[in-house]
């Protein structure tokens, strides 16, 4: 894919965010300039507390954007109304620390959530992709498993089959890997990265994990509210 020729999923241009009126605002996100190509694998990383989180939820249309301008998948986030938000959002895949998993659906009728956003898809289909991205995450012998009965990596892999389920066009992960022992981690950033080549899809991830940095095509640092690329090609050390 020539990444030089097609439009950006995201494209960032003076965006800035702040917490608080008055004398209580707090500047977390300052003049924000980032573009996404289709395809392509983005790494966020920095400090905690930092304004990464906050991104993410700007980008994926869950925050008003106050100040700067900010498209994703072509529509323009400022002063978007509640149904352009909808529309974009249904595009994109989430994956927060948070899970936000129906407590009282299986494993597999959570990822059949993702895959019920697909139009023109049977019931059948959806369920067969639910039980094949489980699959793919490593969980295809706990299909019937409640969340309560599900570790707290099992319940994020269900979250990532959920997002992959949906075939996003732009996937949004913040720590992915947090809850993962290395081999599950480096399994799922690997799908994710495969996602992105076969289907086109772009994916912008905040990491704090070390062992996933060559997953990347550009690695972005972020510290105190300002994003600085990194070159992945510098030597170590």
Request: net charge positive; with cysteine; glycine share 12%.
């Amino acid at each position: 894919m020539d990444l030089k020729n097609t439009a950006p999923l995201i494209n960032a241009d003076g965006l800035c965010h702040s917490y608080g009126k008055g004398a209580m605002s707090r500047l977390v996100l300052e003049n924000i300039q980032l573009r996404l190509n289709p395809g392509e694998v983005v790494l966020l990383t920095g400090p905690s507390g930092c304004g990464k989180t906050t991104l993410l939820t700007l980008i994926g249309a869950l925050r008003s954007v106050q100040q700067g301008n900010l498209e994703v998948l072509g529509v323009s986030l400022k002063g978007a109304n509640r149904e352009q938000c909808r529309g974009v959002r249904s595009n994109i895949g989430m994956i927060f620390q948070g899970h936000n998993l129906l407590r009282c659906l299986t494993a597999e009728q959570n990822v059949q959530m993702g895959a019920d956003l697909l139009s023109g898809t049977s019931y059948g289909a959806r369920r067969a992709m639910a039980r094949e991205w489980l699959r793919a995450v490593g969980l295809g012998d706990q299909l019937n498993k409640l969340p309560h009965d599900l570790s707290g990596g099992q319940k994020q892999r269900v979250a990532i089959a959920r997002a992959l389920a949906a075939k996003p066009k732009l996937l949004l992960a913040d720590e992915p890997t947090a809850a993962l022992d290395g081999r599950t981690g480096r399994e799922v950033v690997e799908l994710l990265q495969s996602l992105a080549k076969d289907q086109g899809c772009g994916v912008l991830m905040v990491t704090h994990d070390p062992r996933i940095l060559d997953i990347a095509d550009r690695l972005i640092q972020m510290e105190d509210g300002q994003l600085q690329e990194v070159n992945l090609s510098a030597p170590s050390g």
